[in-house]
């Protein structure tokens, strides 16, 4: 529920990570958590993708769709557990889902 998207322990640098998260996301029609395991698909020979400068390959990053499946954004959030941040990301969008036509 929303109630986990309220963190007051938060670290000062998930401010900096949620926004690479959101960038990451805003480019690429995946979340964050698929991003890194594409990376990864291959065992021990990652794609690559890690080395980008600024992009976050781990969860809590969630493009923003609209309902026609255009691209429009992406959400980044960071402070809890890469789980938590990912589902407090899907809420964000979910509460504007009437907006995105």
């Known amino acids: 529920g929303s109630e986990m998207c309220i963190r007051d322990s938060a670290y000062l640098h998930s401010i900096k990570i949620s926004k690479l998260k959101g960038h990451t996301s805003s480019g690429l029609p995946r979340t964050t958590r698929d991003l890194g395991k594409l990376n990864y ?42 789980d938590q941040d990912e589902e407090c990301a899907k809420a964000g969008i979910a509460a504007i889902s009437s907006m995105l036509n």
Do not use: R, W
């Open 41 to 82: 698909s291959y065992g021990d020979k990652p794609l690559g993708i890690e080395e980008v400068p600024g992009f976050v390959i781990f969860p809590g990053g969630v493009p923003i769709m609209t309902n026609s499946g255009y691209q429009i954004g992406g959400v980044g959030v960071s402070g809890a557990t890469g």
